[in-house]
């Protein structure tokens, strides 16, 4: 019981900090400025998030381009720590090597998930807030994703079944990360 509610609370917490780092290094991708413009409302939250771990590793491990490695780092080792301490927890008995397969493992379905969590927002968005500000911003972070899709899937007019596809993607991958546990 008590490794449960360890789980969950680390769980919640790991997603929180470590998706902060996650959508940082995304959105340094993209190219986005967190400080001013559309981006200012998300790096109010990303920043603050994510600024006690990243800054400190920017010294140590750089920027490859627009590839923010420092917050990728910065992601694994929150999802190493909580996957050490969940392991000690529970009395597993793994190598060194196996927590970082296993942390790698947790990242990528941090990844998967948050991910699955950003499509479904852009549809629900695109329903009931159409042209707002938020709607504009996830939209932004969902396209780049949306885009290779578009490309090979067939036009249905009105109906854009690229978000069903991606969704279906995802969920094909969460499978195939879950089974490497």
Not at 114 to 128: D, E, K, N, Q, T
């Amino acid at each position: 019981m008590l490794i449960q509610i360890a789980n969950l609370l680390l769980q919640v917490l790991v997603s929180i900090v470590a998706g902060a780092c996650l959508l940082r290094c995304y959105l340094q991708w993209l190219a986005f400025n967190l400080g001013s413009g559309q981006s200012r409302t998300i790096g109010a939250y990303v920043l603050p998030l994510s600024n006690w771990i990243v800054i400190p590793l920017r010294k140590i491990v750089p920027s490859l381009g627009r590839f923010d490695v420092a917050s990728l780092v910065a992601a694994y080792v929150i999802v190493l720590a909580k996957t050490i301490v969940l392991l000690f927890l529970s009395g597993a008995s793994l190598s060194g090597v196996t927590w970082l397969l296993l942390a790698l493992i947790n990242l990528i379905d941090l990844t998967l998930s948050g991910l699955v969590g950003l499509v479904f927002a852009s549809i629900i968005l695109s329903w009931v807030s159409a042209g707002s500000q938020i709607q504009y911003l996830v939209s932004l972070l969902v396209e780049p994703l949306l885009a290779p899709i578009r490309k090979v899937m067939p036009n249905f007019g009105a109906l854009d079944l690229s978000p069903l596809m991606l969704l279906l993607i995802l969920q094909v991958l969460q499978i195939v990360v879950s089974n490497l546990r």
